[in-house]
């Protein structure tokens, strides 16, 4: 007979990979501001609007994620804890990250900082959605707009991003050879940890967290 850690040790591990998943994304956004070659797209309109304010870009992502989780109540999205934590959680860590790490210098340094943020990301996110603790303020808002419009998934996250993007670098944000990085390979990096952190289910089956492109499950801070 296969024997299955108890419902307790389940919770353990799943609460561990929510708050474990949310300090390293903001630590790995951090690497990405360090590498100086460009932001994921909220980070974009994060760092422009730290700018323009004078806010620090952890508080900009918080302030900005409770604003957006707003939002959710007219698209009668639910949240869980995940989304909560993910708002308070996350820019703490990105400042954190920034107060330490000095920005990079040189082709070499920035390339292997913006490869770090990136992977770790992609690592970030699997802990993170694999937890199913409920979505980010981010991901809710893409999903609500898609059951209330009835508008792809695909199509809604692409309008959003290309909107902060742009919004964002008219702002003072970075972007550049990084961004593009990230969009063609946090997908497949975050499916390959997705799959890695999978936690069984209380039945004892296996686990699938992802089957296909995870064009809804990539986590926006």
Do not use: K
């Amino acid at each position: 007979m296969t024997s299955h850690p108890p419902r307790h040790g389940r919770l353990v591990r799943r609460l561990f990979q929510l708050y474990a998943g949310l300090a390293l994304y903001g630590a790995s956004s951090a690497l990405l501001v360090r590498s100086g070659l460009g932001l994921e797209p909220w980070n974009v309109l994060h760092q422009g609007l730290a700018e323009r304010t004078g806010l620090s870009m952890g508080v900009v992502l918080t302030v900005l994620g409770a604003a957006v989780l707003l939002l959710w109540i007219p698209l009668r999205q639910r949240p869980g804890l995940g989304t909560v934590s993910n708002v308070l959680l996350i820019g703490a860590a990105m400042d954190a990250t920034l107060t330490v790490v000095p920005e990079a210098h040189g082709t070499v340094l920035r390339g292997v900082t913006t490869a770090a943020g990136i992977v770790l990301n992609g690592a970030a996110t699997g802990l993170y959605i694999a937890a199913r603790f409920g979505p980010g303020p981010r991901d809710g808002l893409m999903t609500g707009l898609h059951l209330r419009t009835g508008v792809s998934v695909r199509r809604v996250r692409t309008a959003i991003e290309v909107a902060v993007v742009t919004t964002g670098f008219a702002l003072g944000g970075t972007v550049g050879v990084a961004t593009l990085l990230y969009a063609v390979t946090i997908g497949p990096i975050a499916q390959l940890f997705l799959r890695l952190f999978a936690v069984p289910p209380a039945s004892g089956g296996r686990a699938v967290v992802a089957t296909g492109p995870p064009h809804g499950a990539i986590l926006r801070p």
